[in-house]
């Protein structure tokens, strides 16, 4: 058996030495892949990992840098004409099993041309894949060969395609300011600028649990002993807090058959706001109007004097420097004590 054969296709050489187990085309080392089998799981497996959009970058973006580095090896070649140089291209590419491409209506002076591709191993790939539109890769080639061989920017737009039904695909190739750079940060900024919105939704979503859970935990209702209620202030208060705790606190006091109310303020940030100095007042009218009286402990000499210079009028309320005496004196006000 002969392990070691050279033939020449077309005025196209290829190789094989089996014993070194090396195929060559045109004296250049070569690889041979099934189509709709191996090169089909390569693609899927591409896809799968990497989303279809950022696939469709990624062929977009070999398939013009590969066939840019083409066309400046050929425009090197002085002797072939762009024509010339484009027909070369597009044999050797037939007798690589690229499918077979026409070049119609070049004109060097515009810079534009239109290419007709049919039955290429993409378009093979992506029919045994269902698509229903071709990939980018050689469309974005045959870009970057003809930017090298012009020596100008050129890119392209997809007039027919031949996954859709028709014989062949159609492109259109025109100079352009487009390049693939640009699609790979415009694809970063479009997937950086989606992260961004998940992680907004997430933070907004772990913001309201924590928010429900600080509602649930902070300031509880606390029935102490018949007719008396407790009410310990927490941390600071805004105005969606304030509000929330006296709905809370009026909701739950008749339940309970409160006679006092009795707002501890040990808990409560030294920095007291203009929502929490309102709120205390408004509780305190709120809860005066079901008849039960309002009772202040908790007040340190100088959080009183933060409460006075706030402007709460602390005469509409008994005061008491901890909760065993406000709650001695709302049992003594209901004629009880504690034996």
């Avoid at 009183?304 to 406000?326: A, D």
Wanted: hydrophobic letters at 40%; one cysteine or more.
């Amino acid at each position: 058996m002969n392990h070691n054969t050279n033939i020449n296709i077309g005025g196209l050489d290829f190789g094989w030495d089996l014993d070194k187990g090396k195929f060559t085309f045109e004296g250049e080392d070569a690889v041979l892949f099934w189509i709709s089998s191996a090169m089909k799981t390569f693609f899927d497996t591409i896809e799968e990992i990497s989303g279809e959009e950022a696939t469709q970058l990624v062929f977009e973006t070999t398939g013009y840098r590969q066939g840019l580095v083409v066309g400046e090896y050929f425009e090197r070649m002085k002797q072939l004409s762009v024509i010339e140089a484009a027909k070369r291209i597009t044999n050797t590419y037939a007798s690589a099993g690229w499918g077979r491409t026409e070049i119609r209506e070049l004109d060097f002076q515009s810079k534009t041309l239109i290419a007709e591709i049919k039955d290429s191993w993409e378009y093979k790939i992506n029919l045994a894949q269902g698509k229903k539109q071709s990939g980018l890769y050689l469309a974005a080639h045959y870009a970057g060969i003809f930017t090298g061989l012009f020596g100008t920017k050129i890119w392209y737009r997809i007039v027919q395609d031949q996954l859709e039904g028709h014989e062949y695909s159609i492109i259109e190739y025109y100079p352009s300011d487009i390049t693939v750079t640009d699609n790979i940060h415009d694809l970063s900024r479009k997937k950086e600028s989606e992260q961004i919105k998940q992680l907004e939704v997430m933070v907004e979503q772990k913001t309201k649990e924590l928010r429900d859970l600080v509602k649930q935990l902070s300031s509880p209702v606390i029935p102490v002993l018949e007719g008396i209620v407790v009410v310990p202030l927490l941390g600071k208060y805004d105005e969606e807090r304030s509000e929330d705790l006296i709905a809370n606190t009026l909701f739950n006091l008749p339940q309970y058959q409160a006679n006092f109310l009795v707002l501890d303020l040990t808990g409560l940030d030294m920095e007291v706001s203009q929502y929490t100095a309102n709120f205390i007042e408004k509780i305190g009218a709120a809860a005066s109007l079901i008849g039960i009286k309002t009772i202040l402990v908790g007040i340190s000499a100088e959080l009183g004097i933060t409460l006075t210079q706030s402007g709460i009028n602390l005469s509409k309320f008994e005061c008491f420097r901890t909760l065993q005496h406000g709650i001695h004196y709302a049992l003594a006000e209901a004629g009880k004590s504690i034996v």
